[in-house]
């Protein structure tokens, strides 16, 4: 079943996160943004549980290498977004925030303080490269020389 839905989740979730990054206006920052507030703004604060969740369900697109999953823009995007909406929430969602923003930036840690974690779990995964890998040109033929 796990095998079945990582699958499904591969497979659509990089044509939906194409098209979310199409749409945005500004790019994939703010395709970022507006799965974000769908998503993550959404979903964390309602319980522990949820914000956990969320996590959870962000570092399995990145695991599973969601070609249109762009990690780098998700994790500063969250940054960027933590502040401004900590203070916008009650007691209980900012707590609720604090688990989400945690598992985001243990990963991070992880990677940090473990060479071979970054190298098991982030090296060349598609949402870590900068610019989509360029192909390579065609060698010069004998004619061209």
């Not at 044509?15 to 799965?35: S, T």
């Not at 549980?49 to 249109?68: C, N, P, Q, R």
Request: proline share 6%.
């Amino acid at each position: 079943n796990v095998k079945l839905v990582r699958g499904f989740l591969k497979e659509k979730l990089g044509a939906w996160m194409a098209g979310l990054a199409a749409e945005a206006k500004g790019g994939v920052g703010d395709g970022v943004v507006a799965l974000l507030q769908t998503c993550a703004h959404a979903r964390a604060p309602l319980s522990p549980e949820d914000a956990i969740y969320t996590s959870k369900f962000f570092w399995t697109l990145h695991e599973l290498g969601v070609s249109s999953f762009p990690t780098l823009a998700y994790v500063r995007r969250v940054s960027e977004l933590s502040a401004p909406l900590l203070f916008a929430v009650t007691e209980q969602e900012a707590s609720n925030l604090s688990m989400f923003f945690r598992d985001v930036l243990s990963v991070l840690v992880r990677w940090m303080k473990d060479a071979g974690a970054y190298k098991r779990e982030a090296a060349g995964k598609p949402g870590l490269l900068r610019k989509p890998a360029a192909p390579a040109p065609a060698p010069a033929k004998m004619e061209e020389e």
